[in-house]
């Protein structure tokens, strides 16, 4: 049949190639994607970053065969997305940003449901629903109605719904949003399995962490179109590990700690104060700026140390700040503030 | 069975679930027409003077009120599809997507057997003796199943149209309207004329009408024999000619809404 394309690219599963897609006309005209090109190796994990509003959805309603791109062409499992939509579906599976499964159904009868649509015989359908209960730690819950359920077991729930059928490539839009740090750290479990059992993985997230613990590659997405793309590591590098953020009093101290410390003395604005240098993370490191902060006998007001968010990886690697509507949670900095007795 | 029965069949199951467990729909569809049928026999009825006793006449047209009501809650369960994320993921998978709006069709017309009998139940202990035989029995609930399906799919395409659950629930204020001007409650001839006009072509009344000449046949406003044909044809033929335009209507926008 079709496979032309992706098997001349060997063990490539998702191939896009200049994806543009633009929301309303006219003057309305609202453009999301302009070119998007990404590729999914084979038992890969592809992250794509975004701030809110950066086109990561569209670009998986997209992939997934919900909505045509404008243009731009794009294979999923070795099929062409818009002439071969039936057979990508086959081999596919979206767990969408909203939670996709009935809150009048239970646990059992929400699974059972999807892989009768999924087209599993009666009784295949009924063992993999126990069997995607029991991976999921479920099986307790089975017989409840999932109205009754926490947000991290309906996320669970919406998963396991999503693996009825082992799928070629998965695409999971915003996992973990919402979840609390446990139950994201349960949900990485839960998909580095699935991983490990053969699944390619498209994966999109805001958090940073996130793709660093899951994601074999990332992609930046930013003004509709890939900004950046590479391994957490490699993209970490270029972002830089932990900074030191000291606050001083006066503009004029600022001026003094950042000579003293060898970095850009602050320009002007709301920032002027702010001093801000790369550490390594040591506690050697730390202790060595602060040292060379003290020897210039200024009293910082506060300091923190920060991990890289979001919105530093943007500014580094666009230029710009991520335009990312605050959301709790959202790629806060580790804070280890202290006051300075002046 | 082919994929498509089988995504039917399983989508009309997840239907039947979800209504049987929204409590509140399931209540305001057999409860609110019961009440209804009881207010009018005993607080409008002694005043409003039919020909017959007014629970012989009404309780047709509260038949069809129940349809109404039932509707509202498939209008609401559809926008939910619609606005969660079930259709994306259906739409992502080998499944006709569609037969989701089946799916709540089905669901439907069994809810509204049920509360109708509930209905029926009710208007039997408390006077309503029809005098109809099996035949007529038959007929008389496939001319409602009819009504039922067609009313169901203008819920449905309201459902796919709308973008908030309060829009989907003030669909049950139209539909509630449509009896009360029509031969349901008062003769056609005791309306001012401009409505009257409404009023006898308006497709309620030929359902209306069909469904009192099976049960009641002889009584005021139930017509017999020719009478009683013509009607029950043009009861069906509104049913289905409307059922066709709603589903293909509904169809055609739930295709397009992404
Ligand atoms: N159906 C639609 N009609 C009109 N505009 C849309 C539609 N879908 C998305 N958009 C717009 O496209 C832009 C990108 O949306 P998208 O949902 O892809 O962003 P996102 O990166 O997933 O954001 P988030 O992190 O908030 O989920 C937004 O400005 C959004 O308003
Ligand atoms: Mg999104």
Known sequence: ?342 | MTALAIDAVTLAGRGLRLVRRDVDSMITAAVLPVVILLMFTYVFGGALDVGTSYVTYATPGIILLTAGFGAAGTAMAVEQDMSGGMIDRLRSMPVAAGTVLVGHVVASLVKNLLTTAVVFGVAAAIGFRPTAGPLEWLGAVGVLLLFVHAITWSAVLVGVLVRSPDAASGFTFFVMFLPYVSSAFVPVATMPSWMRGFAEHQPVTPVIETVRGLLVGGTPGAPQGDALADGALLAVVWCVGLAVLFAGAATWAFARRR
Do not use: C
């Open chain 1, 1 to 342: 049949m079709n496979r032309t394309q992706a098997d001349r690219g060997r063990d490539v599963v998702v191939q896009a190639v200049g994806l543009r897609k633009a929301y309303g006309r006219g003057r309305e005209r609202l453009p999301v994607l302009d070119g998007v090109d990404l590729t999914l190796h084979r038992g890969e994990v592809l992250a794509l970053l975004g701030p809110n509003g950066a086109g990561k959805t569209t670009t998986v309603r997209i992939l997934s065969t919900l909505v045509a791109p404008d243009a731009g062409r794009a294979t999923v499992a070795g099929f062409d997305l818009v002439r071969d939509a039936a057979r990508v579906r086959e081999r596919i599976s979206l767990t969408g940003q909203q939670v996709a499964i009935d809150l009048k159904q239970t646990g059992r009868e929400n699974l059972w449901m999807m892989a009768r649509l999924a087209h599993l015989p009666r009784r295949a359908a009924r063992a993999r629903a126990d069997e995607l209960l029991e991976a999921f730690d479920l099986t307790a819950a089975a017989g409840r109605q999932v109205g009754t359920y926490s947000g991290g077991m309906r996320r669970r729930l919406d998963l396991a719904a999503g693996l009825v059928t082992r799928p070629e490539v998965m695409f999971l839009d915003e996992p973990t949003t919402g979840l609390d740090p446990r139950s994201r750290q349960a949900m990485w479990e839960v998909v580095r399995d699935v991983v490990a059992q053969g699944t390619s993985l498209f994966l999109t997230t805001q958090y940073l962490e996130e793709a660093d613990q899951l994601a074999d590659r990332v992609a930046l997405i930013d003004g509709g179109r890939v900004a950046a793309e590479g391994a957490p590591a490699e993209l970490k590098r270029r972002v830089g590990q932990v900074r030191l953020e000291l606050e001083l009093a006066t503009t004029d101290d600022a001026g003094r700690v950042a000579a003293a410390l060898g970095v850009p003395v602050p320009e002007g604005g709301a920032d002027a104060r702010t001093v801000r240098v790369a550490t390594d993370g040591t506690l050697a490191g730390v202790r060595e700026l602060l040292a060379g902060v003290e020897r210039t006998g200024v009293a910082p007001r506060r300091w923190d140390l920060r991990t890289p968010t979001l919105d530093d990886v943007f500014l580094t690697l666009t230029g710009h700040a991520a335009r990312t509507e605050p959301r709790p949670g959202t790629g806060e900095p580790t804070r280890h503030t202290e006051e300075v007795a002046a």
